[in-house]
C-alpha cells in the first residue's frame, strides 16, 4: 500500500515537477485515473486552499469526492491499543478507518499538531491510524509535523519562478500571536534540501527546527545577514520545536518588510496575518507569489492523487 505522508512518498522529484509544469499547460495532463473512484476528505482542522484544492484536483482525476468535518462532526477517537474505553471518546480509529476504508478508494486527512505533547504529535497518530487500519492509500492534507502538499506547490512555484539556475532561498521565521505548527516549515526545508537551490534557515534563537529536518543546512540567528542576495524569501511562523509549542518571543523586528525583502520574491504558503508576519507593501507588490503557490495547490494535490491512483492500481 503506498501513501502520500511526507516528501520522502515523492520518489522522482524531478518527474514530479516535470509533470507539474505539463499540468500548468493542460489542466487535464494526467488523464482521469480516478474515474469510478471516491475520495473522501476528512477535515479535523480547518482550511481553505488544502479543502478546495483537493476537491478541484480530484475532480479533474475523475474522481468522485465525500468531506467531512471529523473534528467538529465526527466522533472523539481513540488511538491508543488496549484502552478501557470509559472516558469521552466514543470510536476507536481501528473501526474508524476501516469503516470509511469501505466507503472510499482514497482518503485524505488533515489533523493538526496539539503542540502539548512532541512525542504525541510527531508520532502522528491521526494521519499513521488511518495508514495503518483504512486498507485504502491516504493523502496527508496536513498532518501534525509536515504539509507536503504544500511543500510540492512551493517547489512548483520555485521552479516557474527562478531566475538562476541554484537560486538563494531563504525561509525567515516571523512573529505571531498564537502557537503554529512546524509542519510548514518541515516540509518546505525537507523539500528545499533535494532541490538545486542554496537554502538558509533564519529564526530567533531557540526556534531551531528538529536537526534531521534542517540536516546540514545553514542556520543563521542573524535576519539580515540570511536575507543577502536571496532569490526567494519564505516566511513562516512557528512554535519552539525544543520549547515544544511555546512562544519564545513576538519581536516585531522579524516581520518581513519591503525594505528587507529588497529584490526578492516573496513567498508564503497563507493564510497570513498583515502587518503581523509581513507588510502589505510585500503582499500587494508584484514580488509576492502567495497567489501562485496557492493555485499550484491544486496541481499538486493532482500531482499526489494521481500518484496514489497510478500505484495502488
Ligand atoms: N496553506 C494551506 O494549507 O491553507 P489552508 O490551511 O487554508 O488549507
Known amino acids: 500500500m503506498n501513501h502520500f505522508c511526507d516528501i520522502d512518498d515523492i520518489d522522482d522529484l524531478s518527474g514530479w515537477l516535470a509533470r507539474g509544469k505539463a499540468l500548468a499547460l493542460d489542466q487535464g495532463a494526467l488523464g482521469t485515473p480516478g474515474k469510478g473512484k471516491t475520495l473522501c476528505l476528512l477535515f479535523f482542522n480547518n482550511s481553505l486552499r488544502t479543502r478546495l484544492s483537493t476537491q478541484m484536483a480530484a475532480r479533474r482525476l475523475g474522481l468522485e469526492v465525500i468531506v467531512m468535518n ?19 471518546k466514543a470510536e476507536h480509529i481501528r473501526e474508524a478507518a476501516r469503516v470509511v476504508g469501505t466507503y472510499a478508494d482514497l482518503i485524505g486527512v488533515r489533523a493538526f499538531a496539539g503542540l502539548q505533547d512532541r ?5 502522528e497518530q491521526v494521519l499513521k491510524g488511518f495508514a495503518r487500519h483504512s486498507g485504502v492509500p491516504v493523502l496527508n492534507m496536513e498532518s501534525a509535523t509536515a504539509h507536503p502538499l504544500q511543500a510540492l506547490a512551493d517547489a512548483l512555484t520555485v521552479e516557474a519562478y527562478r531566475k538562476t539556475d541554484r537560486p538563494k532561498v531563504v525561509l525567515s521565521w516571523a512573529p505571531h500571536p498564537r502557537a503554529l505548527p512546524q509542519a510548514v516549515p518541515n516540509s518546505f526545508v ?4 533535494r532541490m538545486p537551490v542554496d537554502l538558509v534557515v533564519t529564526h530567533p534563537e531557540g526556534y531551531e527546527l528538529a536537526p534531521e529536518i ?3 543546512a545553514p542556520v543563521v540567528y542573524n ?3 540570511a536575507l543577502k ?3 526567494f524569501v519564505y516566511v513562516k511562523n512557528w512554535s519552539s520545536y525544543t520549547r515544544y509549542g511555546q512562544i519564545l518571543t ?17 513567498m508564503h504558503c497563507l493564510p497570513v496575518r498583515r502587518n503581523v508576519v509581513v507588510e502589505d507593501a510585500v503582499l500587494d507588490s508584484a514580488q ?13 494535490a493532482q500531482l499526489a492523487l494521481a500518484h496514489l491512483l497510478e500505484s495502488n492500481a
Request: proline share 1%.
Open 190 to 193: 525537507r523539500m528545499m534540501r
Open 214 to 216: 534542517t540536516g546540514g
Open 229 to 231: 542576495n536571496a532569490d
Open 70 to 88: 471529523f473534528g467538529a462532526e465526527g466522533w472523539q477517537l481513540e488511538y491508543e491499543d488496549g484502552t478501557v474505553m470509559d472516558g469521552g
Open 250 to 266: 513576538q519581536d516585531p523586528g522579524w516581520m518581513m518588510t519591503r525594505n528587507k525583502l529588497g529584490t526578492a520574491q516573496f
Open 288 to 300: 509576492s507569489l502567495v497567489i501562485h503557490q496557492a493555485a499550484n495547490r491544486t496541481r499538486s
Open 119 to 123: 512525542e504525541a504529535d510527531y508520532a
Open 223 to 225: 535576519q539580515e545577514e
